[in-house]
């Protein structure tokens, strides 16, 4: 389905808006991205390897804001990595019916829902050490659904991190940009084995992520309060979950 130039001028408009929002709290946008092509029409066999690559490029300057403000953990990454990097790949390689990924996408965006409004507070007990053999097989599971879904994993793992006392938030951000990046590139790589195509205008949509993508992770990892706009941006999630598990 072709796009009316009125909506895509539009898209691009909000596009930046979501990057921005996601970066500031140490995610690529995937989830964001799906959510509004879906809003917008976009063809069903360009969105996930689309949403991947602009996953890719804001993640990628989101890591390097967190990790230049010293908040990575290499221990914290590498469990969670090295299943979740082959999974990601094998769930790229998989297709799906569009009714039924359109239905796995609106639950997932209730997840991500859950996580922007998860109001815990960061919890004052000591953190615990990672358990390696629980972060292999959990990095597995998250890996193959971001493939298979055309997410990076970041608004799964995020919360999980934080569940276990692996680390403090910005930890959770700094690894969450890193494992965003490693998943988007491996599914992305395994759409691309299937001979997908990016959808047309996806180079100049990538320059525009990029932008609010620097602006977000910049702010964020500088202690930012991102409780305002994560509701902003929940708004924007439940509007599109609605409309793929309902219509």
Avoid: C
Avoid at 111 to 119: D, H, P, T, V, Y
Avoid at 121 to 130: D, F, G, I, N, T
Avoid at 133 to 142: E, K, R, Y
Avoid at 145 to 170: A, R, V, Y
């Amino acid at each position: 389905m072709d796009i009316a130039s009125s909506q895509l001028i539009l898209f691009l408009v909000i596009l930046p808006m979501l990057s921005f929002l996601y970066a500031s709290v140490g995610h690529g946008g995937a989830s964001g991205y799906l959510a509004l092509m879906a809003l917008f029409n976009f063809p069903n066999e360009t969105m996930k390897q689309t949403a991947l690559l602009l996953n890719l490029f804001v993640a990628g300057v989101s890591f390097y804001h967190y990790f230049k403000a010293g908040h990575f953990r290499k221990d914290l990454f590498i469990p969670f990595a090295l299943a979740s990097i082959p999974a990601a790949f094998l769930g790229g390689m998989t297709q799906l019916d569009p009714l039924i990924y359109k239905k796995i996408l609106g639950v997932l965006l209730v997840f991500a829902i859950a996580r922007m409004l998860w109001k815990k507070s960061e919890s004052k007990a000591p953190l615990h050490s990672v358990k390696f053999i629980q972060a292999f097989v959990l990095g597995g599971i998250v890996g193959f659904f971001s493939g298979l879904i055309g997410i990076g994993g970041g608004i799964i793992l995020t919360p999980i991190i934080l569940l276990l006392h692996w680390g403090n938030m910005k930890e959770a951000a700094a690894v969450s940009a890193l494992f965003i990046w490693v998943n988007s590139a491996s599914g992305l790589a395994g759409q691309f084995t299937m001979g997908v195509e990016l959808y047309p205008f996806a180079t100049l949509m990538v320059l525009i992520a990029v932008l609010g993508g620097l602006a977000g992770s910049y702010l964020g990892s500088k202690k930012w309060n991102n409780r305002v706009l994560e509701y902003a941006l929940s708004i924007v999630l439940i509007t599109a979950s609605v409309k793929l598990l309902i219509f």
